[in-house]
């Protein structure tokens, strides 16, 4: 595996389910990223961690909950998500969080359903 | 605050004509600025970026963009498009202190026609 993968690749999911969503990253980096890309919305960062530390929550709400267990794992655990929650989560990666023309790299994505 | 705007959320062109895709930013500072791609069903994708030095950015897949302080734009050229160009185009700027944090335009889906 070469680059940043995400699995599952779709995910369709009850309002009172729990899941999770993960990143793994094979490029060496510090810094990983979660993106939520909603169909009529820009991407929109919601969580920046560096070296497993989170620096950075956009204002999420707390039913999406991130885990960075070690620099090459990311995980987006989701529990009581509404509908308008259904969006395209985009997991990315850089070298340094602190560098900001640092290239960040991209995975597939997971395409979610709330139903 | 900053943000980014792409004028056009859809451009389509004849394969072989000139591509020009509009990026507009908004910030009280320079900022550093990408060209990302996402064609269907994949992740995003650089094609090029801007941080300091020579205005006019090459990137792949024979796409450059000009940075021009004066209009606060980063528009995105192509000499002669390709069928294969098709997809879905992004514009971000990204500050210098904090962490590297990207504000996305909304996006220009460009459609390449025979």
């Known amino acids: 595996e070469t680059g940043v993968t995400q699995t599952p690749r779709h995910l369709v999911m009850g309002m009172t389910n729990k899941k999770s969503l993960k990143c793994e990253q094979h490029?060496?980096?510090?810094?990983m990223y979660w993106y939520k890309q909603s169909a009529k919305k820009p991407l929109e960062l919601m969580f920046v961690y560096s070296l497993e530390e989170r620096v950075e929550n956009n204002s999420v709400p707390s039913r999406f909950s991130p885990e960075c267990p070690n620099s090459s794992h990311l995980f987006l655990h989701l529990h009581t998500l509404q509908p308008e929650d259904s969006a395209l989560y985009l997991c990315a990666s850089s070298q340094d969080p602190g560098i900001n023309t640092d290239t960040q790299y991209f995975g597939p994505g997971t395409r979610l359903t709330v139903l | 605050a900053q943000s980014v705007t792409q004028l056009g959320s859809h451009v389509s062109v004849s394969e072989g004509a000139l591509v020009l895709l509009r990026c507009n930013y908004s910030?009280?500072?320079?900022?550093?600025l990408f060209w990302y791609v996402q064609y269907p069903n994949q992740g995003l994708q650089l094609l090029l970026k801007?941080?300091?030095?020579?205005?006019l950015v090459k990137g792949i897949n024979g796409f450059e963009a000009e940075f021009k302080k004066s209009e606060t734009s980063f528009h995105l050229t192509k000499p002669s498009a390709h069928m294969s160009d098709a997809a879905e185009y992004f514009c971000?700027?990204?500050?210098?202190?904090?962490?590297?944090?990207?504000?996305f335009g909304a996006g220009t889906r460009l459609a390449v026609h025979p």
């Open positions: 801007y941080t300091t030095g020579a205005t």
């Open positions: 971000a700027v990204s500050l210098s202190g904090g962490y590297n944090k990207l504000i």
């Open positions: 490029l060496g980096h510090n810094a």
């Open positions: 910030s009280s500072v320079p900022p550093y």
